[in-house]
Nanobody
Framework: QVQLVESGGGLVQAGGSLRLSCVLSGRTFSTYTMGWFRQAPGKEREFVAA????????YYADSVKGRFTINRDNAKRTAYLQMNSLKPEDTAVYYC????????????????WGQGTQVTVSS
């Protein structure tokens, strides 16, 4: 049984930074593509960023490109999302997910999900 636990969310002012972490337990972390998604109130869940199992490939939503960075430490079984230059429209619950597929931006390909962590950006 795979479990994902996110941390690092919180309240930050516009222009600030946060780093989210996601720890995977239960299976071999290095075999999974890892992704971050978010869901704002009243909106559908959307893709944010993803990283391949070796960390050699990354993929970002246009809305976060240049501001967010995804990386991973396979030895620590942890994926990270560094978020800089945060905007009020980044406010959402952020979810970590793991996929056995290589299609990084496709939500349906993700097999396992964390419980989410709230990120709130004040103006």
């Amino acid at each position: 049984q795979v479990q994902l636990v996110e941390s690092g969310g919180g309240l930050v002012q516009a222009g600030g930074s946060l780093r989210l972490s996601c720890v995977l337990s239960g299976r071999t972390f290095s075999t999974y593509t890892m992704g971050w998604f978010r869901q704002a109130p009243g909106k559908e869940r959307e893709f944010v960023a993803a990283i391949s199992w070796r960390g050699r490939s990354t993929y970002y939503a246009d809305s976060v490109k240049g501001r967010f960075t995804i990386n991973r430490d396979n030895a620590k079984r942890t994926a990270y999302l560094q978020m800089n230059s945060l905007k009020p429209e980044d406010t959402a619950v952020y979810y970590c997910a793991a996929s056995t597929a290589q299609t990084m931006g496709v939500m349906a390909s993700y097999n396992y999900w964390g419980q989410g962590t709230q990120v709130t950006v004040s103006s």
